[in-house]
């Protein structure tokens, strides 16, 4: 065998691949096939392969999953049947026939390589395991699986499939020992982190979830409360708006004009009074639905330590929408950061509904006794003036 050979056969194997192989076979294709290809190269030559050793093992790499355009399951000796029948074609000696066939059927996942050219193109095959983008590749693999057998295979169960098949993996060759093993195993312990740090997490969604219903739930109804006794707080100031506003119309245009008659000098006093007690009600009253709007500029470090509620308009009305997008995505992240947000957001509603019924309350009893005193210097005038 020679180079030219070599070139027609990865011509051959390449366009055999890309026409008659299935699109299912994200895995097992022409870039798994160059993978293996490059693999062999590199360990035959820390193994100190001859020159024509090198070719064979080349050769049996480019054929060894070319039965995958006919069936998964012994794909091997179909991938035999189709390199012999090439390599019949092209004169090639029976000897090397007959050795490139048991490389290729060494690469059966169950078989126990007996020389070097069998441990280094069975290390090949798996030399993904020891590669830096190892859990990309299997990744493919796992979509492979998946699509063909119309199952769904979880990224837990995959990931503990990997660990379990990294721990009983052998390389064989002396060279894929030395240099793929530390990666190999590399590998393994960043599998087995990820295992425990997918666990973790699903154990802390389910203790999560069942928390955060409770938790969301309290929040919902504690909000929506608050905010409907916001609106019943306003709700009463509008009226009392309206009913002084309607005393104080009905008392300039229709009392204040009488009272430059001498004979009406006795509401003078009762209708000040009257006056006095309705404009006191509309300032208090005004009061109670002022808004009012945070000054303060609100920035990363206070979100990061919890000192501030970005989900009040009023807090983050100073923000650019950079900060602002910023901010959800860090509460979203932070779900301590996100109830602490919402505990400070109930707690600022409490103190602003303390403050608008504490204002009603003064402003009703203003209203209360000034239509009582106003009514009271109504009869007291009245009864004065015609008694004397």
């Known amino acids: 065998m ?54 064979t093992l080349q050769v049996a790499a480019w054929f060894h999953d070319t039965g995958y355009i006919h069936l998964d399951s012994g794909h091997e000796e179909e991938s035999v049947k189709i390199a012999l029948s090439f390599l019949e074609k092209h004169a090639v000696a029976k000897e090397s026939q007959d050795q490139i066939k048991q490389l290729i059927l060494a690469t059966n996942k169950d078989y126990i390589p007996s020389n070097k050219l069998e441990c280094i193109l069975k290390d090949a095959d798996c030399g993904h395991l020891a590669s830096s983008d190892y859990i990309e590749i299997s990744d493919y693999l796992l979509k492979e699986i998946n699509a063909k057998n119309q199952s769904e295979i979880s990224d837990l169960e995959w990931m503990q499939e990997n660990l379990k098949f990294l721990k009983n993996h052998t390389f064989y060759s002396n060279a894929a020992k030395q240099h793929w093993q530390p990666k190999k195993e590399l590998n393994l312990i960043e599998i087995q982190n990820k295992i425990d740090k997918k666990i973790s997490k699903e154990k802390k969604s389910k203790n999560s979830t069942k928390i955060g219903r409770g938790v969301e739930t309290m929040f919902r109804v504690q909000l929506k409360n608050h905010i409907e006794l916001s609106a019943i707080a306003d709700t009463k100031a509008n009226i009392l708006l309206s009913v002084n506003a309607i005393i104080i119309s009905v008392a300039l245009s229709n009392l204040i004009p009488k009272l430059d008659n001498p004979s009406n000098m006795f509401l003078v006093y009762p209708t000040l009074v009257l006056m006095l007690f309705s404009v006191a009600s509309v300032v208090l009253s005004v009061l109670s639905t002022r808004p009012k709007i945070s000054n303060v500029a609100i920035t990363k470090e206070m979100i990061r330590k919890k000192r501030t509620n970005i989900l009040f308009f009023g807090n983050f009305q100073k923000m650019s929408l950079e900060d602002f997008e910023w901010g959800i995505d860090y509460l979203m992240e932070n779900e301590d950061t996100l109830y602490n947000s919402l505990t400070k957001d109930l707690y600022y509603l409490g103190l602003v509904l303390n403050r608008k019924y504490k204002l009603l309350r003064i402003t009703y009893t203003v209203f209360m006794f000034g239509i009582i005193i106003s009514a009271a210097a109504f009869i007291f005038s009245y009864y004065v003036y015609f008694s004397a």
Do not use: F, G, M, P
């Open 2 to 55: 020679n180079e030219e050979l070599l070139l027609q056969v990865e011509i051959y194997v390449a366009e055999l691949l890309s026409k008659q192989l299935s699109s299912l076979n994200y895995y097992h294709n022409a870039i798994h096939t160059r993978r293996v290809v490059s693999k062999v190269k590199e360990l035959a030559k820390l193994d100190s392969c001859t020159e024509q050793e090198v070719l």
